[in-house]
């Protein structure tokens, strides 16, 4: 009469939850994570964040703004919209970059996955999320279906930033380890908490569409290199707004979604450290930390280019000039972006050299400079054999040696402490325009491309945050 | 010069992806599951699958409709309809049970969603994934928005089914233990295979299909007991309509999304046996072994409700006839459904003691006998205090004595060595049929409902499968 394990397991299995939903409540009762997120998210006026944090939102949309309009003639943004667009609900949401307007949940979709293509777009150091995308895309949509005024809009930007931040802190490093992509999975509480705040939420549905929004992470660090990746900031746009809408009627969800048994911590990583989430909601800012890529190529061979920019600069370099090129550099510079001979431009974003010889010969590394032709460039190429790179333990990851001989037998040398977009030397706002600008050539007029980043920087004094998106669009 | 820990991890992580990628795909490379199920997927022919195991299909078909037509009409639906609606783009695809017509991923969802409100819908055993939900719904959208035959949904529904199942029994238990909730996690990828098979994608566009299902998994087991469980069932089917649309457009993903390093598996289950995925394919039959509730209550008071409803048939018991009621059942039975004086429908599922009396009483346990009247009802309130249940560990789950003693001192006994509803004794179709009419009632009228079952029996045979989804509404 012994029924076989499986079954046992089944339907214990099949009953467990109903039961183990309020233990798990119980269980969790002290920290209350979700329930204590949702109600500083609810609670939080606009002029509690201080002038500071509220720049760096204006900061970091002003950048993802930039990067979603760079990233809209890509190839992979034609496949979504032919994938998608036949089922699009009315077109409320322009797309940046575009001219084609979709519902709203579509456009988050597209516009998070647009800001990501390039892998230019913001980062939160210390979980490597980039978090604009996911948060902006989202809330941008949304107010092209109700009226937010620009101040709402920015407080929502920063609400959601530091949401999916605080989160991510929470569960590094085992969650990233794990597998998964950490932007999309913290990505749709950013959303869901910024669009939920926006849809004028009540603390138990705030605490409904954060548990839904668990219930939808998207992606897997596996996705690197294919379309998938850049899907996942989109993606976790529209599942956050999804969350939030759904919650604004009432569609519930666990009040313990977070830290409950069999909720998303559990799932999702070895274990939170929810103090991370908890501690000093509305003293200290996540989002404050965000911080903008001046290269666009991974962060290992941004002192490189930085030395290399610097000396160009400073001393006015000709590739003719140059006899020989040395770096010294932590080892991983090797191994991550060690490709000696790139044939493409993606692959040049992988070459320690050609990043070098784009600072040496262009004095920048955007987009542009990892252009097919770019990388095959002759000139290029030269310079590129002229690269030795020495490796060495004791040289950190941000920092690394530059030196340069010329033909005319002086030697130039750069150390780099920290490179520029680190933290302790954040992007100026200067630069941060020169990069948009960058991006948007092309793509928008240069007066075009002017009165967006102006509306960007200005967007607290917006009467109406949706116009940036429709300002932003072709 | 030493950086922090973190710097070094971020550069490292932020790197790690493009040349993780490969590597994972030759560690991976001897069982490449990820291509070999889409190979299979995209060459399989409908005449390839037994008669026996399409019939199953065609019983799968049949439960689900039933089931989604009966939680048409709950409040959960009502609130994501008033959620969505206004982003839904083209009505081409109906609601089963309503009025209603939205763009085929929103009809995926709620019909999706509505299915597995009522936790009635089928069930594969050994991975407790409710199968057809996520397929059903997803396919039977896209049927309404090109023209389908319905062999080829048919097989569409079948490979679906295999697909989640076999994804499934590859990493039970440990997927389920973490946390997650297996029918939303294994039905993206039902529906991914679903669906692409009828937009007809090559092998590599199956591939893409599956990996962009792979990084959206949806469903936590914390959310059992609210609205967003149902939600995993529908999002779940939307999620792999969109993987399936996005691949036909050439969207790509990883070639090894599910085994590769940093992929699925790695990050959803502590291991897979991929053999449950790639062995047999074509041979063997997750699919034929699905099966089909009965009762609309946990699978571990099935045993007993069988008992009840036996001896009050042949013996055509009344309430008013019996002293007292003696069950005898495994632990897990009252460890489960221990409520004793439930007040509620909803607790009156977990009541071990009111499922009885609904056998006993009404010869049925269908939602009819777990509405709040029935459980407050007078009558089965004095026939719950007449039951007693004794545990015993050596008694399976599957398994039970239930003793009935007469006020004209007879005693009646009834052993069940398997409920009905399990695989050894699987609903007849006359039973799958009551079950649908019961579900339907109120909603259908007769003569419709009598139509759609019909049309379910028929459906190999219909020129246009979409048919069934418009006849099934209202």
Chains 1, 2 share one sequence.
């Not at 980062?123 to 995308?133: C, M, N, R, V």
């Not at 709402?152 to 609400?159: G, P, T």
């Not at 991983?332 to 044939?343: H, M, N, R, S, W």
């Not at 002086?410 to 200067?430: F, M, V, Y």
Request: net charge positive.
């Amino acid at each position: 009469m012994q029924p076989d394990r499986r079954t046992v397991l089944a339907a214990s299995a099949a009953f467990a939850a109903p039961t183990a939903a309020p233990t798990a409540a119980m269980a969790a009762a002290p920290p209350q994570v979700t329930k204590t997120l949702a109600h500083y998210l609810v609670t939080s006026r606009p002029g509690d964040i201080p002038t500071k944090v509220r720049r760096e939102a204006c900061r970091s949309l002003l950048n993802w703004t930039g990067v979603a309009v760079g990233g809209s003639r890509h190839v992979s943004v034609a496949h979504m919209l032919a994938a998608l667009s036949p089922f699009s609900g009315k077109p409320e949401a322009n797309l940046l970059g575009r001219r084609e307007k979709l519902d709203i949940l579509n456009a988050s979709l597209i516009n998070g996955a647009s800001s990501h293509i390039f892998d230019y777009d913001d980062t939160h150091l210390k979980t490597i999320i980039h978090p604009a995308g996911p948060v902006a895309s989202a809330i941008l949509a949304l107010s092209q279906h109700q009226k937010v005024s620009g101040a709402d809009f920015l407080h929502a930007l920063h609400l959601g930033i530091e949401t999916e931040c605080r989160i991510g802190n929470a569960v590094w490093p085992s969650h990233y380890e794990m597998g998964w992509h950490i932007t999309g999975t913290c990505g749709v509480f950013g959303s869901a908490a910024a669009c939920g705040r926006l849809l004028g939420l009540s603390e138990q549905q705030m605490v409904w569409a954060i548990g839904n929004a668990a219930s939808q992470p998207v992606g897997l660090k596996v996705q690197f290199g294919s379309m998938t990746k850049s899907f996942h900031a989109g993606r976790a746009a529209q599942n956050g707004l999804t969350a939030a809408l759904l919650a604004a009627q009432n569609y519930t969800s666990d009040n313990a979604a977070l830290e409950g048994k069999d909720g998303w911590a559990q799932a999702l990583s070895h274990g939170a450290n929810w103090s991370e989430v908890t501690d000093g909601l509305g003293t200290r800012f996540e989002a404050a930390l965000n911080t903008y890529k001046p290269f666009a190529c991974g962060i290992v061979t941004h002192p490189a280019i930085d030395a290399a920019i610097q000396l160009r600069n400073e001393n006015k370099l000709k590739p003719g000039d140059i006899a020989a090129i040395e770096l010294i550099a932590n080892p991983l510079v090797l191994k991550l972006t060690g490709k000696a001979e790139p044939k493409t431009g993606l692959e040049g974003k992988f070459s320690i050299t050609h990043c070098i010889a784009a600072g040496l010969v262009a004095g920048a590394a955007g987009e542009r400079q990892f252009q097919d032709a770019v990388v095959r460039d002759p000139v290029m190429i030269a310079l590129r054999r002229k690269v030795t790179v020495h490796v060495d333990p004791k040289v950190g990851a941000a920092q690394c040696n530059l030196l340069v001989k010329l033909k005319d037998g002086r030697s130039l040398s750069r150390h780099i402490e920290h490179a520029i977009g680190s933290q302790e030397k954040p992007l100026s706002d200067a630069a941060l325009e020169a990069k948009f600008s960058d991006l948007a050539e092309g793509i928008l007029a240069k007066d075009q491309a002017r009165r967006v980043m102006d509306m960007c920087w200005g967007i607290e004094k917006a009467a109406d945050a949706g116009g940036l998106a429709a300002a932003a669009s072709t």
